[in-house]
């Protein structure tokens, strides 16, 4: 069989695996009878080396009855007490070695040592993090560290969940971006913030060509021939940074643009969509990823081979939110403000 038929072959197995693996649960439970689960237990043990040596901890376990034992109420203190994002990068640092307030005032870029104390405050209060002389180094106390671990563990295994939690609390609140005209949702605005998205391509010197296509459905498409969205998976998690994109409403299209916002983020625009399709041309070959109100409905799949870079978005608004289409006519006009501030820029409506 010639090398490119059976590249072909193996590609089209590769496909029908993965479209398996798709029906399957990421978990697989094991059956048990009800008398045995009322038996289930967590078992964890651990190792860490510090300045201070290497601390183990012995296996141990806690049955289910036993995690759940402590009222809603002290867990969610327990959980709300760490669930801030000073906190969480100053016990981070920590776990990684001894630090003293300039240093990590310098690290985390809090300003002055004031900031640094009023997050440090409840920390030394609750005993997570102890100073053992004045104004020497920080560290996380020694009976603690296990524990943080084991949250910070049990949060990463949920990061995909979170981001998903986020959309879902904006899609309840679309009034907190600003996506209307005339006091109306206006589907319009996506679209244009997705093509000032691929503008920024332009601008960074990545991309010369963007084509804009109105669909008889409803939906939109905004197409450029820039880098392409990363597919690689994000560090230390299962999420490619494809993913990581079009589901976190702090990031921009590009990976490394500057802080200047493009309108809405493309992770709203993917959150209000009822559906969204994303194809990605990027190191000699074309993925594709689908949406459904801004959860993950495909993995990432590889689909061709191609020559090109790029990045094309097709998107249908939620009509629930938007009760009007896009107008041709309000974006003809944009495209040809964008032409006049872009003279080299190849813009098409079709």
Known sequence: MPFKEELNHIKQQLEILIKKADSIDAVSLIQESEEESLFTSISYRGTITTDEGRRKWRPASKTLGEVLAPDSGSLANILSS????????IIKSLLQEPKNAAELVKELGMGTT???YHHMKPLLHAGIIEQKERGGSYSIAGDKILPILLQLAGAAEMFESSRYLALEALREEPEKMDMKTEGDF???ILLFSLIHHAVQEYEAGY?????????SDGSATVSDDGRGIPV?????????????????????YLEDSSNEKAGIPVA?????????????????????????????FTRVVPIGETNETGTSITFLPDKKVYKSGFDAAKLEEKIN??????PDLLLSLQ
């Open 337 to 342: 403000e964008l032409q006049g501030l872009h």
């Open 232 to 252: 690689s998976l994000l560090e230390g998690t299962s999420m490619s940074r494809l993913q990581d994109v079009l589901t976190d409403v702090e990031k921009n």
């Open 268 to 296: 709203a625009i993917n959150a209000f969509s009822e559906k969204l399709t994303v194809l990605i041309k990027k190191d000699t070959m074309i993925y594709r990823q689908e949406y459904q109100y801004g959860k993950a």
């Open 207 to 215: 991309a010369s060509r963007i084509n804009i296509y109105l669909h």
């Open 186 to 188: 206006d589907a319009n």
């Open 114 to 116: 004031g900031q640094l």
């Open 82 to 89: 760490l669930g801030h994002k000073q906190r969480i990068e």
